[in-house]
Each structure stands twice: as structure tokens, then as C-alpha cells.
């Protein structure tokens, strides 16, 4: 099902459209000093003596072959086939699971994709600081979820203004102490947004991040916010990413076992009067949502809005999510994700038998949760070939500017081939890249994404 975007975010989408993508991107270079007919990348019309300004609205008009559109290398792209499965079946299994879903928007930070979630139903975009939560709110999108504690004094007369200028946007943030309760407070006495603020509880565990680390804390905390009067409780909130078992079972154990505490907190909170009824209980990233879903709709003693915050289930990777993803470990009626995402890299360099030298490195892939993974090949010719997953073709290295790809010694490999790679962790790769192609399953470019890190 596609929801209407909010006139103002779609109007700020079709504008971001149109906005010449400037040669300094990375990849689009070459494309500047020679802009290209209907063949290439500068679309219909461009051309010598009509240097149409590439911008994605071109990309879309013209749906460049990406190997062939005058882009230079390294190139991060998404695959629109994956993409549109992935939004689809997590904003299915959220229906199913009756849970709501404001997606993690700090993974991506393109307010084209966020848009593309809004459009399946999404019931707000999450962020982790005010920053992002401005970018965000600079493209209209009109309710945020800062799933972080927010003591940043111009950062709160900004949230200020803006929520008194329009009463159609809301948002919310994390506390989790007094001190955090009285900034907040502080603030919004001296910069009135006209309304009072709703804030969700965050709990945490022993040794773990942000979040009170009793409910009793938890209590005194939501009792603090509510007496404000520039403050509401409007639930409570936790993350289950940190804690590990010493096997997956005992992980997903202890995950369970958060997402109950925080269900009997709002239980608890308003049993005592400090939380709103029905009160908004968030948790989940995208390794462990079938659990956090489950827990926070089973039957308690209230009814809650549970709202997962996954973000990395959009691109998924060919990495540590797709090992640990819910279809992964199994679980019924889990979303089956496809991995998005794809580092295509030219082969600079054979210096040994068994190496080749990547022109792409840590500037353009993330490298804190394991290697790329060679996927394809690409060779000057244009041939293909997949690369099989048992050959031995493997990332070993990278450095800034470089990975080296070891291979079998035979292996049909040679400078100026470009090699497609998958990805693991979709946070860290994305943010070295501030445009990427969205690729059909042919290989042409049909639209392109910003990305505001
Ligand atoms: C508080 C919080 N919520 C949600 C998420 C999203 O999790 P994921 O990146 O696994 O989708 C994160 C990710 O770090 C997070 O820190």
C-alpha cells in the first residue's frame, strides 16, 4: 500500500530532484566537463553546447547504463528491486505483528528513502541527535523521533521555535536523569513551543549505553518530567542492540527480557499516574525485531503503541545482518530482506599472482563489522561474471584509498575490470557517500538518492 507523501515533503523531494549534483560528488567528476546525450548520464537534451546539469531528475529521465553513463569509480549504488521488497515486507510484517514503525533514519540519512518509508506507512523517522533530526525536519518531514537524550541548549530553543511555528509537527526525545529532565525544562521555560514537549523514559542496562539503569530511576525520572508542566510522558523507550549472550539463544533471551522490563514499566508509569494512556513503547534495531515485536505486543495489563525503530532492514548487507537477520535464524513470517547496497571498485592494479589491488578503500566502505565481499565482475569488455562464493576471492585489507582482493592464482582478473562488491554494516558505508545511484536489475541508473551525514 503507498501513502501520500505530506504536501511539504514531497514538494521538498521533487525540488532535492531537480538539484544539480555537483562534480565534486564522488563518481560524477567526469560528467561535469562532458556532459552526455540521451546515451549517457546528462539526459535528454545535454549535449555540446547544452551542458545540462546532471541531477537525479536527469539520472531518472535518462537511466544511464551504469557501467557505461561516464561515471568514475569507486561507485556505491542501490538496488531498487531489494529496496522496494525490503519496504514493503517489513511494513508487511509490522501490520502482521500489529507493531508501528519509525525507521532509524541516521542509517541512510536521505530524505528520499526516508520519504520512500513515509510512503509505506511509517509512522514518523527516527534520529539520534538534533542535527539529524534538523536535516530531517528541513525536507518537512513532519514527525521525528529523537531516540536519544537531548541536553544541547541551542538544539532545544531550535526544537522550540519550530514546534510553536508549526502545529502540525511533533516530536519527541529521549530523558533518562533529573539533570536531563530540568535542561530540557530550563529551556522550554525560557523558548515556549506553545505545547508541552513528550518525552519517553529511556532504560538501559548495567555497563550498557544511555537509559536509567533501574525502573525506579525510570519512575522518579517520568514523575520529574511529568510535574513540568513544559514536559509530557509519553511512554517509554529502550535499545536492545548491546547485551549478548554467550550463544544466539541466550542473546535472544536477554532481548526478550529487556523488552519485558520495558513493557512493565509503561505498565508501571501509568499505574502512577506520570504516562499518558496508551502510552508509546520503542525499541528494535533490525537484528532482533521479531523478538522486540513479539514481547511488546503480548498481552499485558495495558495497551501500549509499540513502535520499532529498525533502519538497517531497508538496504540489509551481505554481512552481519544477513547473519543474524530474523529470516536468517528462521523465524516464521519473517521479512525475507534482500541486500541493497553495492561498492563497485576498479581493479587498479596486479602485482603478485592471487592479488589485486581495489581502487576503493575505508573512504568508501564501512570496515567496523567486516570485510566487502566480492560479488561480480565486470570486465573492460562488458562480460560478466558472478563471482561463486566459494572461490576464494576475498577482501583481505583495506587501506584508505585501496583494498586488496586476494584470488585464486588463476583467476581471470585485470586492471580496469570492476569488481561488484556486497557490504557489511549499512550505517558505516553510507555515510562516505552523499549521492547514490539506485540501479534496475539491468545495471541502469533510474534514479539517484542524496544522503545528509
Ligand atoms: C537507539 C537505536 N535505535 C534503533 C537503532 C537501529 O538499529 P539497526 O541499525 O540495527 O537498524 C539503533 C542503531 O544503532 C539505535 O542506536
Redesign the pocket.
Known amino acids: 500500500v503507498r501513502h501520500r507523501l505530506p504536501p511539504r515533503v514531497a514538494e521538498r523531494l521533487r525540488a532535492l530532484g531537480e538539484r544539480p549534483i555537483d562534480p565534486t560528488e564522488k563518481g560524477f567528476g567526469s560528467l561535469a566537463w562532458r556532459p552526455v546525450g540521451a546515451a549517457g548520464a546528462g539526459g535528454p537534451g545535454a549535449g555540446a553546447g547544452n551542458p545540462a546539469r546532471v541531477s537525479a531528475a536527469s539520472l531518472a529521465a535518462a537511466r544511464p547504463a551504469l557501467h557505461a553513463g561516464g561515471f568514475t569509480y569507486p561507485l556505491l549504488t542501490l538496488r531498487d528491486s531489494a529496496l522496494q521488497n525490503n519496504v514493503a515486507a517489513m511494513a508487511a510484517f509490522c501490520g502482521r505483528a500489529g507493531v508501528a514503525l519509525a ?2 533514519g ?2 541512510t540519512m536521505s530524505p528520499e528513502l526516508a520519504g520512500l518509508q513515509l510512503a509505506h506507512g511509517a509512522w514518523g523517522i ?1 534520529v ?1 541527535s538534533v542535527g539529524q533530526l534538523q536535516m530531517y525536519r528541513s525536507f518537512g518531514f513532519p514527525r521525528l523521533l529523537l ?2 537524550e537531548l541536553v544541547d541548549p541551542a538544539g532545544i530553543a531550535w526544537l522550540a521555535g519550530e514546534l510553536a511555528r508549526d502545529p502540525g509537527f511533533e516530536a519527541y526525545c529521549y530523558v533518562d536523569s533529573l539533570d536531563g529532565v530540568q535542561i530540557l525544562d530550563r529551556a522550554l521555560t525560557r523558548h515556549r513551543a506553545g505545547r508541552a514537549l513528550p518525552v519517553l523514559v529511556e532504560i538501559g542496562h548495567a555497563s550498557g ?1 544511555t537509559g536509567c539503569r533501574t525502573d525506579e530511576q525510570a519512575l522518579e525520572v517520568a514523575k520529574a518530567a511529568e510535574a513540568t508542566g513544559t514536559l509530557t510522558v509519553a511512554g517509554v ?3 536492545e ?1 548491546g547485551p549478548r549472550g554467550e550463544s544466539q539463544a541466550d542473546t535472544l533471551e536477554l532481548v526478550a527480557a529487556f523488552c519485558r522490563r520495558l513493557r512493565g514499566l509503561a505498565d508501571a508509569l501509568v499505574a502512577a499516574g506520570v504516562s499518558r494512556n496508551e502510552p508509546i513503547v ?6 532482533f ?1 521479531d523478538v522486540v515485536a513479539r514481547e511488546l505486543t503480548a498481552p499485558g495489563a495495558r495497551a501500549v503503541t509499540a513502535i ?6 531497508l538496504t540489509h548487507d551481505h554481512g552481519i ?1 544477513a547473519k543474524i537477520s530474523p529470516a536468517t535464524r528462521g523465524v516464521a513470517g519473517a521479512p525475507d530482506l534482500r541486500p541493497a547496497l553495492e561498492l563497485w571498485a576498479l581493479v587498479v592494479s596486479r602485482p603478485e599472482p592471487g592479488l589485486a589491488l581495489l581502487g576503493a578503500g575505508r573512504r568508501d566502505v564501512g570496515f567496523d563489522s567486516g570485510s566487502p565481499l566480492p560479488l561480480r565482475v565486470v570486465r573492460r569488455d562488458g562480460s560478466r561474471s558472478r563471482v561463486p562464493a566459494t572461490d576464494g576471492w576475498r577482501v583481505t585489507d583495506l587501506n584508505d584509498q585501496h583494498a586488496f582482493l586476494h584470488l585464486p592464482e588463476d583467476a581471470a582478473l585485470a586492471p580496469g575490470d570492476v569488481v561488484g562488491l556486497g557490504i557489511s554494516h ?2 558505516t558505508t553510507l555515510d562516505k557517500w552523499r549521492v547514490l545511484m539506485v540501479l534496475n536489475d539491468d545495471d541502469r541508473v533510474i534514479e539517484a538518492v542524496h544522503s545528509f551525514f
Open positions: 525507521p532509524h541516521k542509517t527516527t539520534a531516540a536519544n549505553r523507550a529502550g535499545y542492540g520503542t525499541a528494535g534495531g533490525s537484528a525485531f520499532l525503530r529498525s533502519g538497517c532492514y545482518y549499512p550505517c
